[in-house]
């Protein structure tokens, strides 16, 4: 998303704010403590860290870029950021531009007129990233790519809460509750007394037509906090069913 999209780095619970000085000798605005990158404009900036809460860095960090061509994500080259904006003659297709892409490949500049023309020579070098990378620009398969960072990242920290709940909401939107209901399961066993897990275990439980189990579920998400309104509206709605 553009500016002010809230998943972004200026926003990233891994961001490290630099001093002054940092800021004034180098233009840099944030520092990436997982990736150990500058992050030159957190606003525009982006990875799925920022989703999974995994300190493990996940796929490439990605701007936004020419947004005339819908707003195209460009990824990073290794640790170099594509520059928008840029003029000359493109590397793909030898057509001189202005307000193109710039890009510093093994000490050299390669320019591309076009953001397509950029993710295209991208893909040839990161062939191992492409899956990943045509996924995240699809926003029909975003739901299927964050799964598979959450499980990644749960892979890696399986006590990752905020991962177990992300990944279970993704399920139930897919209708997938089976595994929603497993993932709810799991925070209760590290958190026994949370409120909005036992609610979404119970979401779960009476879409899967558990009905007597979810009302015992909502009730003990009331037990835990009786000012939880969505389980004392799913609780009311089974009664009177």
């Not at 819908?70 to 928008?84: A, F, I, Q, S």
């Not at 490949?105 to 007129?113: G, N, Q």
């Not at 899967?208 to 709605?237: D, G, M, Q, T, V």
């Amino acid at each position: 998303m553009p500016n002010g999209g809230s998943d972004c780095c200026a926003t990233c619970i891994f961001k490290r704010k630099l001093d002054k000085e940092e800021r004034i000798e180098n233009w840099i605005d944030t520092y990436c403590t997982i990736r150990n990158e500058h992050i030159i404009n957190p606003g525009y900036t982006y990875c799925a860290n920022w989703h999974t809460r995994c300190r493990v860095a996940q796929g490439p960090i990605f701007i936004y870029g020419i947004y005339s061509e819908g707003d195209y994500r460009l990824p990073w080259h290794n640790k170099n950021m594509p520059v928008v904006g840029a003029d000359g003659k493109c590397f793909i297709c030898n057509v001189k531009f202005e307000e193109g892409i710039e890009i510093k490949d093994k000490e050299k500049i390669k320019l591309f007129c076009s953001c397509k023309h950029y993710v295209e020579w991208w893909k040839d070098i990161h062939p191992d990233e492409v899956l990943i990378w045509d996924c995240i620009n699809d926003d029909s398969a975003w739901q299927e790519t964050m799964i598979f960072f959450y499980n990644e990242a749960i892979k890696i920290n399986p006590k990752n809460l905020h991962a177990l709940f992300e990944k279970g909401l993704l399920h139930a939107d897919l209708g997938q509750f089976e595994i929603t209901l497993k993932c709810f399961e799991k925070i209760i066993t590290l958190e026994p007394e949370n409120s909005i897990a036992w609610n979404n275990k119970g979401y779960a439980l009476e879409k899967l037509n558990f009905l007597e189990e979810a009302i015992n579920c909502y009730k003990k998400a009331l037990k835990s906090n009786p000012n939880n309104s969505n389980a004392r509206k799913n609780l009311n709605k089974l009664r009177f069913k």
